[in-house]
């Protein structure tokens, strides 16, 4: 299995300042054949099922504001928070669909103000 | 606008069955992929299971195959998940999701609690 260790588990930033998450594979998710990473992120809020921020790794879903976003390549990817508003207070989870069996989430970092 | 609406979780023993159920709505299930998620009371995400648009690709997590069993009816728009021989472990939320390989649209969950 892909295991993705995201870094910090936690942490408080300041509202308007930048936030920054880590996520690390155990092998690339690059896949050459498409020029895509295989990842993407996740916000869930309190009592909220998930919501899909950013997928190949870089683009961003609909509706989600430009102040997400994704970076990174092959094992190392960032999801970044340009200027955090009190709604971004969640927790937030990588995954990768390289390995599709079984397709596997990060242990997720929670964001506070 | 699209709906994904779970039912079918409770308190079972274990060694129990039940079976979850996904009411879709704002648009015909079987145009996607469809998968169902889990998550442990205060615990991260973990991926269960997924099925084609015809139901004839079903995939399932080392943990529960064997156990689970994925369906969906286009008649009724559903997506299904039995759960047999259930175990403490299977304890959690239960959603679904549309997509293969990532999550565009989520229900709100349902949750089974397995406990003597």
């Known amino acids: 299995d892909i295991v993705l260790t995201q870094s910090p588990d936690s942490l408080a930033v300041s509202l308007g300042e930048r936030a920054t998450i880590n996520c690390k594979s155990s092998?690339?998710?690059?896949?050459?054949?498409?020029?895509?990473?295989?990842l993407a992120w996740y916000q869930q809020k309190p009592g909220q099922p998930p919501k899909r921020l950013i997928y190949?790794?870089?683009t961003r879903a609909s509706g989600v504001p430009d102040r997400f976003s994704g970076s990174g390549s092959g094992t190392d990817f960032t999801l970044t928070i340009s200027s955090l508003q009190t709604e971004d207070v969640a927790v937030y989870y990588c995954?990768?669909?390289?390995?599709?069996?079984?397709?596997?989430f990060g242990q997720g970092t929670r964001l506070e103000i | 606008e699209v709906q994904l609406v779970e039912s079918g979780g409770g308190l079972v023993q274990p060694g129990g069955s039940l079976r979850l159920s996904c009411a879709v709505s704002g648009f015909t299930s079987s145009s996607f992929w469809m998968t169902w998620v889990r998550q442990p009371p205060g615990k991260g995400l973990e991926w269960v299971a997924n099925?084609?648009?015809?139901?004839?690709?079903?995939s399932y997590v080392d943990s529960v195959r064997g156990r689970f069993i994925i369906s969906r009816d286009s008649a009724d728009n559903s997506l299904y998940l039995q759960m047999n021989s259930l175990r403490a472990e299977d304890s959690a939320v239960y959603y679904c999701?549309?997509?293969?390989?990532?999550?565009?649209?989520w229900g709100q969950g349902t949750l089974v609690t397995v406990s003597s």
């Open positions: 995954q990768q669909h390289y390995s599709t069996l079984p397709i596997t």
């Open positions: 999701a549309t997509g293969h390989w990532t999550f565009d649209f």
């Open positions: 190949w790794a870089t």
């Open positions: 099925i084609n648009q015809d139901g004839s690709a079903k």
């Open positions: 092998q690339s998710v690059f896949y050459r054949p498409n020029n895509q990473n295989f």
